[in-house]
């Protein structure tokens, strides 16, 4: 079973070189490779979920037991990259980046997510792509290849290599397909992203090497590793072990003992340095995915990339590589430094969430660009995962989680509608487009849907995410008044999603009929059966996900069980803070 | 009484210098008197090769390191991995060489280029300071002869009497060094020199030399680190270097951004290699103790400033003179890190630096060997947007000089990612104890580097992004008829492109990573291995009258 694991992994990198070098074919051939390249993929990871959902189901029986992430067994592929020490007797891990990829709850669901967006950019960009377009689809392929790597990988190294390699294919699509101002955009995302991808990578290395140092106890050091089971079993080890003894050594002060005195001392020192650094480690690590998710104060990358790029490659960016920094948040973060994502979590990234909600979604009121309206919109709904992530509580994990799925869905569905509209008219401006009900009736139709879907109308998708956000954080207990207060502010930005979404779909799709004088076709047609193809089963699956999500709820259930519950020890057996007064 | 080498083994350990020197040195005394178009560069690759198999052949231990205080060469793992990478380093310079015998009849440039490498591998096996200059010389003196034979015409006076004149200059303070050095203890042995720099003791019998022996030491040593910072282009003995380069070919380039840097930091290690060394030397090192302060600001400052000032060049060999510069400073920042660190984490500082300097050589001789091969007469490339078009014309080339930059950015399943990596995980993983507050400032010291090390990265991958939109993005202005005919230059790049990409995913293909640690000293690994090393009467006897 882990072949196929391996095989969803491997089907896109053979693909993309594959097609990277059918240079004298055409584009009709190319195209036509890739996507059956992407079908396959997409084929093997419906096959995946299918075989893995029941195994998952079963597997959370000992919900209670689990400290730490566990790849399904079945679904594991390990072997050594590097080597620089000897491995321990039963640890394998120790000294060593690994190969480690596998699947649990946590990423099972965002594979289906991530082939289904990009066989729809390719339906997408169908007939735009006619230049280099055995490199297009190529590139495109790789970016696949990489983004299931960085899904899938159990090893840090790893994960961030795969993270930091969709760049390259990035960098080219967006600078060689683009719009106008393409290369200063594309440079631009990439110089942000790899700023961000050297803190994360330095905030691991932080984390990783003062692990090493054995905070308990001065005479040994524990062994290195990069396997995030591993590193977050560490982290949580050392984090009680070490409120343990200075819990127990207050115990005994009344004793007066000069010995325990000092001790308590060393002990209490140990515990502040490793408060502090697990601070410092944090927001290095947190820098990268915050660039990449975007979030308010690295944002400034994304208008500029997401309007430039050609819209197949919008659609993947921010359907499937924002996730990647939500996913970050979800897999590295929270789960391995619970006491700075409690301490910052609130009064830091919620704060940052909620600007990110309010002004996305002022921004998106103010444009007049079917195209930059979307990307301001998916600033602001992205906002949402980041609130839901820092409730810290199973609620806003779960909701967070669902609306990384479900806004995957929306936001490809309708960045692929407005590909078909620029592809038909060559401009996605509003005062060019208005009306066009009266014309295109089934895409209106199905425009109207997915707009819907992404407002939050109860019983479409889009609804459940950031409800279980917005709930998440009125529980919080975490200060508890900030939460509500939080949460309070941010259920305006569905409002002001409300408005500026249906205010699109006035102008756009009803009223009086205004087309551009200059069209790209002459007659300018409704859906092909291709883009039915796309765009009804996934309305099919929107609707599903959002009358219900239970099924989905169950099977991370156990992955966020644990990222709840690490952080509820680690705060509540002793919050550091309060140890003082 | 202290044994020593028989000269039958100075012969049979050194036999690959010997003949590459030999080789080189019939070929300048018959070039001029033999027909035109011998096949000059078959001849040198061949001597390479053959040197390479004498290297092979050599038994390891050839040398008994109780030997270490009286001889001048020696054999230790960073002996044997600099005499592997400069061999290596030969044949591919031969090859990028080639097409220069067809054209003209050059023999110069070949025996050249084999003294170049014989110096590299003398360098590496010396344990002499007069060796060690030896070494240096036989680097630099041809280098000025190249640079003149292979400039570009108007440019190529003024290149070749900038690096002359500087070169002169740094020899002399490297001189300048060892005679001081060789003033103070009394002998040129190098392990005998560190030795003494580690054991303080030796000088107490006289009084007055005991307070001031640590300052008396921090003069040659400045003196030395200053005229080998010129070979490594180490801030702020850089400023030849973006002249130098502009005024010359692509091949030379590629020739000047890493022997001489191979060499200056081989010899570093062996000079400094007391100071470096992890903790495990005889003796604690008090002299110098501190000297990782100065590594650090020097690794700091050159990668940062080689870095801003890349980003305002427009030429293509002066970004990539400012790029070999910061480069620099990272390789730097393990040396600088190395003193600091436990022999039992991971791979040691000196090791990291080496791994840097091997995804570095690749990557940058792959992207010089390319330039070299797209620079015509008809279309030379000077600046950067005039690769435009590159992209399309010749796809695969382009593809190498691509992963190459990538390399050099330090992208993931490359070997400049993995280098990079190791140097920031040596700094960041500086131990600590918990009770002293010198240590974990320390930490927070090379914690601080890495910092540094990432900010530059992520600023300087803006340099190389430009180099590659001027090969994808920009479109191309005239058509370009390129030679599509075979070229020997196209095996190393080929050979280079396979190895940067291997070094990025499985390093244990192409180097043990594992031999790679506790490369700081040789007295360091023999000592571990428990064997009583004599010392020769003559030292302490010089050494007692001080």
Redesign the interface.
């Known amino acids: 079973m882990s072949q196929l694991v391996l095989l969803l992994l491997l089907v896109p990198l053979a693909g993309g070189l594959v097609t990277l070098f059918l240079?004298n074919s055409g584009y009709e051939f190319a195209r036509k490779l890739a996507l059956g390249f992407f079908l396959l993929n997409l084929f093997i990871s419906l096959k995946l979920t299918w075989d893995y959902l029941p195994l998952l189901e079963k597997h959370s029986v000992s919900v209670d037991e689990k400290l730490t992430f566990v790849p399904l067994n079945v679904s594991v592929t390990v072997f050594d990259?590097?080597?620089?020490?000897a491995p321990q007797e039963g640890r394998p891990d120790a000294?060593a980046i690994r190969f480690f990829i596998g699947v649990d709850g946590l990423n099972l669901f965002l594979l289906p997510l991530t082939c289904i967006l990009f066989a729809g950019s390719v339906l997408a960009t169908w007939n735009s792509i006619r230049e280099?377009s055995h490199l297009y689809y190529g590139l495109m392929l790789l970016l696949q290849f990489s983004t299931i790597g960085a899904f899938l990988s159990f090893d840090v190294?790893l994960f961030?290599?795969?993270f930091?390699?969709t760049?390259?294919p990035l960098?080219?699509l967006i600078?060689?397909w683009g719009g106008p101002n393409?290369?200063y955009a594309?440079?631009k995302l990439?110089?942000y992203t790899?700023?961000g991808g050297?803190?994360t990578?330095?905030g691991i290395?932080?984390l990783?090497?003062s692990l090493?140092?054995n905070h308990l106890d001065?005479n040994t050091?524990l062994p290195?590793t990069f396997s995030i089971p591993e590193l977050i079993t560490a982290s949580h080890d050392t984090q009680i072990g070490l409120n343990k003894k200075v819990y127990d050594a207050k115990a005994d002060k009344d004793l007066l003992n000069p010995l325990l005195k000092s001790n308590l001392e060393?002990n209490k020192?140990?515990l502040d340095?490793w408060a502090s650094s697990q601070k410092w480690i944090f927001l290095l690590l947190a820098t990268g995915f915050l660039v990449k998710l975007p979030a308010f104060p690295f944002h400034t990358w994304q208008p500029t990339a997401y309007y430039e790029a050609p819209t197949g490659v919008t659609l993947v960016l921010g359907g499937i590589l924002a996730k990647l920094g939500a996913y970050g948040f979800l897999r590295l973060c929270v789960p391995l430094l619970p006491v700075p994502a409690w301490e910052l979590g609130t009064y830091l990234f919620s704060v940052l969430a909620m600007i990110a909600i309010l002004y996305g979604a002022a921004c998106a009121i103010a444009q007049d660009d079917l195209k930059r309206m979307l990307t301001y919109s998916s600033f602001s709904h992205l906002g949402f995962c980041l609130l839901g992530i820092f409730a810290l509580n199973e609620t806003g994990l779960t909701g967070s989680y669902l609306q990384m799925i479900n806004h995957g869905l929306n936001v490809g569905a309708l960045f692929f509608i407005c590909e078909i509209l620029s592809h038909r008219y060559g401009t996605t401006k509003f005062k060019d487009l208005q009306g066009l009900g009266s014309k295109l009736k089934i895409l209106s139709g199905i425009s109207v849907f997915y707009v819907m879907c992404s407002v939050g109308l109860p019983g479409l998708n889009g609804f459940v995410g950031e409800v279980m956000c917005l709930f998440g954080m009125f529980e919080s207990k975490n200060p508890n008044i900030a939460g509500k207060v939080i949460a309070s502010i941010c259920s305006l930005g569905m409002v002001f999603g409300a408005w500026y979404l249906i205010s699109m779909v006035m102008k756009v799709f009803f009223g009086k009929l205004a087309e551009p004088v200059f069209k790209k076709e002459d007659s300018v047609s409704d859906l092909t059966l291709m883009e039915k193809f796309f765009l009804f089963p996934l309305a099919v699956l929107c609707l599903f996900l959002g009358i219900y999500p239970q099924p989905m709820i169950d099977t991370i259930r156990p992955e966020i069980h644990l990222i709840a519950k690490l952080n509820l020890q680690a705060n509540n057996l002793l919050p550091v803070g309060k140890l003082d007064k | 009484m202290i044994g020593s080498l028989l000269i039958v083994d100075y012969i049979q350990y050194m036999m690959p210098e010997i003949v590459l020197f030999s080789l080189a040195s019939l070929m300048l005394l018959f070039g001029p008197f033999v027909k035109k178009n011998t096949p000059w560069a078959l001849i040198s690759s061949l001597g390479f090769l053959l040197a390479y198999l004498l290297l092979l052949s050599n038994k390891h231990g050839a040398i008994d390191p109780s030997l270490l205080f009286s001889i001048n060469i020696l054999e230790d793992m960073s002996s044997n991995f600099i005499r592997h990478f400069s061999l290596g380093m030969g044949l591919f310079f031969c090859l990028l060489f080639w097409r220069d015998c067809q054209t003209e009849n050059t023999f110069e440039t070949f025996a050249l280029i084999m003294f170049l490498v014989t110096g590299c591998s003398i360098v590496g096996i010396s344990n002499d300071l007069i060796v060690l200059f030896l070494g240096l010389e036989l680097i630099s003196i041809p280098t000025y002869v190249l640079l003149y034979l292979h400039g570009k015409k108007d440019l190529a006076a003024e290149s070749a009497m900038k690096y002359f004149f500087l070169s002169i200059f740094s020899s002399g303070l490297v001189l300048l060094g060892f005679s001081y050095l060789y003033g103070i203890v009394g002998t040129t042995n190098i392990s005998a020199i560190s030795d003494a720099l580690c054991n303080g003791y030796r000088f107490k019998p006289s009084a007055d030399l005991d307070n001031s022996s640590g300052l008396l030491f921090l003069i040659p040593m400045l003196a030395i680190l200053a005229g080998l910072g010129f070979k490594i282009s180490m801030v702020p003995f850089h400023f030849y270097a973006p002249d130098v380069y502009q005024g010359t070919t692509y091949r030379m380039c590629a020739l000047l951004a890493t022997v001489s840097k191979v060499a200056g930091f081989a010899a570093i290690v062996r000079i400094f290699g007391f100071a470096l060394a992890q903790g495990a030397l005889p003796g604690s090192s008090k002299t110098l103790d501190n000297i990782y302060v100065l590594f650090w600001i020097l690794s700091a400052v050159t990668m940062t400033i080689g870095t801003i000032l890349g980003l305002l060049q427009r030429n293509l060999r002066r970004i990539l003179a400012y790029s070999s510069i910061s480069h620099s400073g990272y390789i730097l920042a393990g040396i600088a890190v190395a003193p600091k660190l436990e022999l039992?984490?991971?791979?040691d500082g000196i090791g990291a630096s080496f791994f840097y300097l091997i995804a570095y050589f690749f990557g940058t001789f792959g992207i010089f060997a390319v330039l070299d091969v797209l620079d015509t007469k008809e279309k030379p490339i000077e600046d950067w947007d005039d690769l435009a078009g590159i992209g399309?014309q010749t796809?695969l080339l382009a593809i190498c000089l691509a992963v190459f930059l990538?390399s050099l950015?330090?992208?993931?399943?490359t070997g400049g990612?993995?280098a990079k990596?190791f140097i920031?995980?040596g700094c960041?993983?500086v131990?600590?104890?918990?009770?002293d507050a010198l240590s974990?400032g320390t930490h927070n010291l090379f914690?601080l580097l890495?910092?540094i090390a990432?900010?530059n990265?992520?600023?300087g991958?803006?340099i190389y992004?430009r180099i590659?939109?001027g090969i994808?993005?920009k479109p191309a202005i005239w058509p370009r008829v390129f030679n599509t005919s075979f070229r020997p230059s196209y095996f190393p790049i080929i050979a280079c492109l396979l190895i940067v990409l291997v070094l990025g995913?499985?390093?244990?293909l192409i180097i043990n990573?594992?031999i790679l640690k506790g490369m700081a000293h040789p007295v360091n690994s023999v000592s571990l291995s428990g064997v009583e090393i004599p010392k020769p009467a003559e030292i302490d006897v010089v050494l007692k009258r001080q």
């Open positions: 240079r990259l590097i080597r620089f020490q000294g280099k190294i961030y290599a795969f930091e390699l760049l390259i960098l080219f600078a060689m393409r290369q594309a440079k990439f110089v790899l700023g050297l803190a990578l330095l290395i932080g990783v090497s090493n140092q001065d050091d290195i060393l020192a140990r340095y | 039992a984490t991971g791979l399309s796809p990538f950015i330090g992208i993931p399943f990612f993995l990596f920031v995980f960041v993983s131990p600590y104890t918990w009770d974990k914690f890495g910092i990432f900010l990265a992520a600023v991958s803006w992004l590659l939109s994808y993005f995913i499985k390093p244990n990573l594992n």
